[in-house]
């Protein structure tokens, strides 16, 4: 491979008097111009109007400048800013949804890298939030539009509040008990929510669109039991998240732009590594569906939701204890006890081959161990009851 600045590019460039035909170009000079593609409608006083900034989006007929003005206005929450949902981020901040909500209990690691997107080595050193290092690479390319980080998990007392005014959630989890409670409460509040997930080379996507299609439970009525991969155990390509995310994210720009009619009515499963592919149809409610039909919503009831989640990685989460953290008294309780830091958001201890990092909610992450009876006395020893 030849160096970015040397290399050659080949574009295809409609122009209004010429049939398509390649430009063979070579240098920086070869980057698209948006002022050469929009002269009308250009703002004089820094390129930051819709029409120059999204010249390329506002081309494309499904869109259009009256589809991108709507999106400017839209409101999107993303549950997970991991891999999905940080490439679901990535490309409807850069396509111009207006305010975006973004809800991750997480902090990002060295392992995160290799697909997702939004993070750098400098995040993973600092233990950084996803949602918040999100927040802050999404603001370096796209300063004109708001982005929320929620430093939070997910559950039946918060979704309400931390959902609130958005007009479609996408999931970007890596479990099915946030799925369900986001089902139940999409079909409770009316709103639309977009299913996907990437596993090994693996991605599938279903748009719920409530009272329209069918919803999660009227397709698989239970959760899945048992063991369950994760892309800690199986393994992920960063091309199947990608590939999630892009099918993820056109569909919520269909729907934000009100093209409900191009919105796929299937649950669209593809494994890019042996080329199969499957649709199952989900074009109608499933009648006698509990959540959708019946409108029993248990799993924003938070019925049979455990404290304690294994989380598939080595690590246990404990969410039993929501208050509020004083990190600096807190490390120096735990400085006799191992090797601990913090930031504003949260706090890291480690000792031996354990390590608890702590959120300033109280809620707690336990690494080294799957065992919910160990991660509960660590808990209980350094971090108290
Ligand atoms: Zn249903």
Request: with cysteine.
């Amino acid at each position: 491979m030849s160096s970015p600045d040397t290399r050659e590019i080949v574009e295809t460039r409609r122009t209004s008097s010429l049939s398509p035909r390649p430009l063979l170009l070579s240098g920086p000079e070869a980057k698209c111009d948006p002022a050469s593609a929009n002269s009308a409608g250009a703002d004089p006083a820094g390129g930051h109007s819709i029409e120059d900034r999204y010249s390329r989006q506002v081309l494309f007929p499904g869109i259009g400048l009256a589809g991108q003005r709507t999106l400017a206005a839209a409101r999107v929450a993303i549950v997970g800013c991991g891999a999905t949902g940080a490439a679901s981020a990535n490309l409807l901040a850069r396509a111009g949804v207006g305010e975006i909500t973004l809800i991750d209990r997480d902090f990002v690691e060295e392992s995160n890298l290799q697909r997702q997107v939004l993070f750098d080595e400098a995040d993973a050193l600092a233990a950084l939030p996803k949602a918040e290092a999100a927040r802050r690479k999404i603001s370096l390319f796209n300063s004109s539009i708001q982005v929320h980080a929620r430093v939070a998990d997910l559950v039946p007392a918060n979704i309400h509040e931390l959902l609130r005014g958005a007009q479609m959630v996408l999931d970007g989890t890596d479990n099915f008990e946030t799925r369900y409670l986001v089902n139940d409460y999409a079909i409770e509040q009316n709103v639309p929510w977009i299913y996907a997930a990437a596993l090994g080379g693996y991605a599938a996507t279903m748009n719920i669109l409530p009272g329209q299609t069918g919803c999660l439970a009227c397709l698989f009525p239970q959760p899945p039991a048992g063991a369950i991969d994760t892309c800690d155990t199986a393994g992920i390509l960063n091309t199947a998240v990608n590939l999630a995310a892009s099918l993820q994210a056109t569909e919520a720009l269909k729907f934000l732009v009100g093209d409900h009619k191009n919105m796929r009515r299937t649950l669209l499963a593809m494994d890019l590594w042996s080329n199969d592919r499957s649709e199952l149809p989900n074009s109608a409610p499933r009648t006698g569906c509990t959540v959708c039909g019946r409108r029993e919503f248990v799993h924003l009831r938070g019925e049979g939701r455990p404290h304690i989640t294994l989380c598939g990685r080595n690590s246990v989460q404990i969410h039993e204890h929501h208050r509020p953290v004083d990190f600096a008294a807190m490390q120096r309780r735990l400085e006799p006890h191992g090797t601990v830091r913090h930031n504003q958001m949260l706090l890291r201890f480690q000792r031996g081959e354990h390590t608890i990092t702590l959120f300033a909610d109280g809620r707690a992450l336990v690494q080294g161990t799957t065992d919910a009876a160990v991660a509960r006395s660590l808990y209980a020893r350094f971090i108290g009851s």
